[in-house]
């Protein structure tokens, strides 16, 4: 095993920076040159040891991170030991890395030709596209030959062993040449790479240990799929030879276009027709939606161009959570024929009318801004609702009530207080799902049941998410290792490490509200959480907390920062941050 502490993109002659195929090129480069049956130099076994250890390091994307942001301390604690090669045969070197020899021949091992893919189309309405639904396609494809069991030979007999490759599947032809033995290999031009040959062929199949069948395959298409996107079937394309692995089956998917919809994304628009006299007046218009016909109320004065927005009334996301809006665009339908009473009864309309027939009329939001937000007003769509925000000084009682003018105060609509819990929703984060009590988790999901409103964390900020993606992410990695929540408000972060498994799971928090309504989380989740009050910046955590962290060297950084949740900061063994 080489122990070189030389800086691995400086043995390749690289900048940090390189590209795979720059990493490649300067290992072939430097192989052909420090090979000990090229090279006299007395150090080339050394160096080529050194060059072999750098590629395999820089090479692979999961030990260049580590190596890149950690170096040659972070290979060791990861238990990285670089292969052993015996450096006897050139080509033996390339083909351990690049599954080939020095001039890209073919690798060695038997070449079992995989199955072709096939290709499938069905149609489907828009409709269907949003509630998913099932298609029997036809299919026509090579399968294994039920005679012969796919081995080609006639039942009774057996394939022998290739004469020529002797079994192997392929060639090697070897040349010498002042720079050493070089050895190229192909598949064996007698058997095809399969390493042996049939010699009494199966009747059915002729020896090729395939037929072909037309057969039909149920496919499921899932809710929210687009036009053009493709379905995988894993398997179902044509058959092997001699028994190798089947393609697969791509199915295209093709959308039916709807002459009521235009779809754009997960949303869908569609337009609704009034005549002058009903977006004059008012009406109550019924309008095609994807689940069913539904009726609208349009206000006196609608003008053509409004848009009315149907929250969750479009299509579903693909493999994921909600649905987009139908948009709805209002088109006023102006007649082209009168009559002669018509046309009088019209000219007579017209010369009544004045400009404050016309003039838009300021609604209670263009009021509102106005009289308390002179600097702005802004709408964010947040889905089920719109959030209004702007920054603003205060305003006094007397000022907003002259600024409202004629606006009638009416009471207070009992329950406003808790109206924010229709804009509330839970938060998805991989197998994760968080939200309030009022809410049904998926059957599949690890619920986190957080009640909002009683202390920070929800999981909706940002800063959480991530901290619970590598909660999830770690895992698998780091098993049942000790988590510490750093200002654990409501204890989201500790609850879910411990439901995903994390052992021992701890809580720190300043403010004794914030450590009470961990507990009480934690109690409601059925979750293993030891929450207390301390001041990250002064106290460190119990000493079993630090020596469970302490007993995994390679660990204890990754645990560290899957504990961070959120200010004033995050302990580590050894130090304060």
């Not at 599949?444 to 800063?463: N, Q």
Request: proline share 6%; aromatic share 6%; glycine share 12%.
């Amino acid at each position: 095993m080489a122990t070189t502490q030389r800086d691995y993109y400086e043995i390749l002659g690289l900048p940090r920076n390189a590209t795979d195929g720059d990493i490649k090129k300067a290992f072939r480069r430097l192989a052909r040159e420090l090979h000990p049956d090229v090279s006299d130099a007395p150090d080339a076994h050394d160096r080529f040891r050194e060059v072999a250890e750098a590629y395999e390091v820089l090479s692979k994307p999961e030990t260049r991170e580590v190596y890149d942001r950690y170096g040659h301390a972070g290979l060791r604690s990861g238990g990285f030991t670089p292969s052993q090669f015996d450096l006897g045969n050139l080509a033996d070197i390339f083909s351990a890395f690049f599954g080939d020899d020095l001039f890209g021949g073919a690798g060695r091992g038997r070449a079992q030709a995989r199955g072709a893919d096939v290709a499938a189309q069905v149609e489907i309405e828009l409709v269907e596209a949003a509630t998913g639904t099932t298609r029997e396609v036809p299919i026509r494809t090579s399968v294994s030959c039920g005679r012969c069991g796919g081995s080609g030979a006639e039942p009774g007999t057996s394939p022998t062993r290739c004469p020529q490759c002797e079994g192997s599947g392929y060639l090697q032809h070897v040349s010498r040449s002042a720079f050493g033995q070089f050895v190229r290999t192909q598949p064996c031009t007698r058997c095809g790479g399969a390493g042996t040959i049939v010699e009494t062929p199966c009747d059915r199949c002729a020896g090729s240990g395939r037929v072909v069948e037309e057969r039909s395959l149920r496919v499921e298409i899932p809710p929210g799929i687009h036009d053009g996107q493709r379905i995988r079937l894993s398997g179902e394309g044509h058959a092997g030879a001699l028994g190798s692995r089947s393609g697969d089956l791509f199915v295209l998917v093709r959308v039916v276009p709807d002459e009521r919809f235009v779809r754009e994304g997960d949303d869908i628009f569609s337009t609704v027709d009034l005549t002058v006299t009903q977006a004059a007046l008012g009406a109550e218009v019924t309008v095609p939606t994807l689940q069913g016909d539904v009726a609208l109320q349009f206000e006196p004065g609608t003008q053509p161009g409004e848009i009315r927005v149907l929250r969750g009334r479009g299509m579903p996301v693909l493999q994921g959570f909600g649905r987009g809006d139908q948009r709805v665009l209002v088109n006023v339908r102006v007649p082209r024929r009168l009559t002669d009473e018509q046309r009088r009864l019209l000219e007579q309309l017209e010369q009544r009318f004045t400009e404050d027939n016309y003039r838009d009329d300021e609604g209670f939001f263009d009021k509102l801004k106005i009289a308390l937000f002179p600097a702005g007003f802004e709408e964010r769509d947040r889905g089920r609702g719109l959030e209004l925000a702007a920054y603003t000084d205060a305003a006094g009682a007397a000022e907003v009530r002259a600024a409202f003018g004629d606006v009638v105060e009416a009471e207070v609509t009992p329950g406003w207080e808790e109206r924010w819990r229709d804009f509330h929703r839970p938060v998805r984060v991989g197998p994760l799902w968080i939200g309030p009590d009022w809410e049904t988790p998926p059957q599949d999901a690890i619920a986190v049941v957080i009640e909002p409103a009683r202390a920070f964390g929800t999981g909706g900020h940002p800063t959480t998410r991530l901290c619970l993606e590598l909660l999830v992410e770690l895992r698998s990695e780091l098993g049942a290792a000790s988590v510490l929540d750093v200002g654990c408000g409501s204890g989201v972060l500790a609850v879910a490490a411990a439901l995903l498994g994390y052992r021992p799971v701890r809580g720190i928090d300043a403010d004794g509200t914030a450590v009470e309504e961990t507990r009480r989380n934690a109690e409601v989740n059925d979750a293993s959480v030891d929450a207390s009050c301390a001041d990250a910046l002064t106290a460190e955590p119990t000493s079993s907390s630090r020596t469970s962290r302490a007993r995994r060297s390679r660990r204890s950084h990754h645990a560290s920062a899957a504990v961070c949740s959120s200010p004033p900061g995050i302990w580590r063994p050894g130090r304060r941050a």
